[in-house]
């Protein structure tokens, strides 16, 4: 079957960097579609079992439905998987993960788009992988300042009712590590959230043009809306949509976090700061009483968190458990 003639552009970002925002703006732009958040993408890289005929596909979309978020969307799952067929010429991971995306185009309705940016979490850590299956594809990566993002994470709560952040140096190390990861791509643009908020929508659509990452006017849709493609599970998560965003929203982190804890964070993403013009924020750079005592107390939350992670993941893993469950009999 024929492909379908969009350009795909993958968008890198963490959570609270401001992804729903710029997502809002460039979906607002005629020839542009935004997706809501997709996880079955990833899935599909990570899927580890055999695709080498239909029925090993077919218990492939068994497994999606059960193990994504999939239920949620707005498509069902019986139709995504006809569509899936009617685009896959071979039975592989990489002409599987072709077909799906061809498939959620044709039932999203989204085919008559030139570009459609995919919102997938967890996009960052598979780029080469993306690129090496979709090498026409434009990866575009939003930044936000580390430190506002640890702020944000900490004051939002995720689906299952957890702060997303707690701990400073978990939030510098993980934000330090996604920097890193496009460090030297070609392929990969980058734009900062607090370019965006100050210099506005059409300076966001120029530089887009500017990289070659779209090719637009900017000539805006009639009605809709990007809020009405939020999922009804994340939609607590993005109370901003559809709202202006001022300009103090770039600086009102500070006064949410304290000296000690900016000491902290810049002791472990420093660099990536440096590197991507975030200023320090750090009134002095000498080690106090206070500052000793702050770091002690991140270092043993971070320890206990990183603890308590291991041991949910210990007794979630049913083949571990019933490993030591043969040793006592």
């Not at 795909?8 to 963490?14: E, G, N, R």
């Amino acid at each position: 079957m024929k492909e379908i003639d969009v350009k795909y552009i993958f968008l890198l970002y963490d959570n609270r960097s401001g992804s729903t925002m710029i997502s809002e703006i460039l979906d607002s732009f005629d020839q542009i579609e935004v997706t809501y958040e997709i996880r079955f993408p990833i899935f599909i890289l990570e899927y580890n079992k055999s695709l080498s005929d239909r029925s090993a596909v077919d218990y492939f979309f068994e497994q999606l439905e059960q193990k994504t978020d999939f239920r949620s969307y707005p498509i069902q799952l019986d139709e995504f998987r006809i569509v899936t067929y009617k685009f896959l010429e071979r039975f592989t991971k990489e002409n599987l993960f072709k077909a799906c995306l061809e498939a959620f185009i044709e039932l999203s309705n989204l085919s008559n788009s030139k570009h459609v940016f995919f919102k997938v979490p967890g996009a960052y850590y598979y780029v080469h992988e993306i690129a090496n299956i979709l090498p026409r594809a434009s990866f575009l990566e939003i930044i936000r300042d580390g430190r506002a993002v640890f702020v944000s994470k900490r004051n939002a709560v995720n689906t299952e009712g957890y702060k997303m952040e707690a701990s400073v140096i978990n939030a510098a190390l993980n934000w330090a590590k996604k920097m890193r990861l496009t460090i030297g791509l070609d392929n990969v643009s980058r734009i900062r959230f607090e370019d965006v908020v100050l210099y506005g929508e059409t300076w966001l659509i120029d530089h887009l043009n500017s990289e070659s990452v779209v090719s637009v006017n900017a000539t805006k849709k009639l009605g809709g809306g990007y809020r009405d493609k939020i999922l009804e599970s994340q939609i607590h998560l993005h109370g901003n949509v559809g709202k202006s965003v001022l300009k103090s929203k770039i600086v009102d982190w500070k006064n949410e976090i304290s000296q000690n804890e900016l000491w902290v964070y810049n002791l472990f993403a420093k660099r990536q700061l440096e590197l991507l013009g975030y200023e320090p924020q750090v009134s002095s750079k000498s080690i106090t009483a206070n500052r000793l005592i702050e770091l002690i107390y991140e270092v043993f939350s971070f320890l206990a968190l990183k603890l308590m992670r291991l041991t949910k993941a210990f007794f979630s893993d049913k083949s571990i458990l019933i490993k030591i469950k043969h040793q006592f009999k």
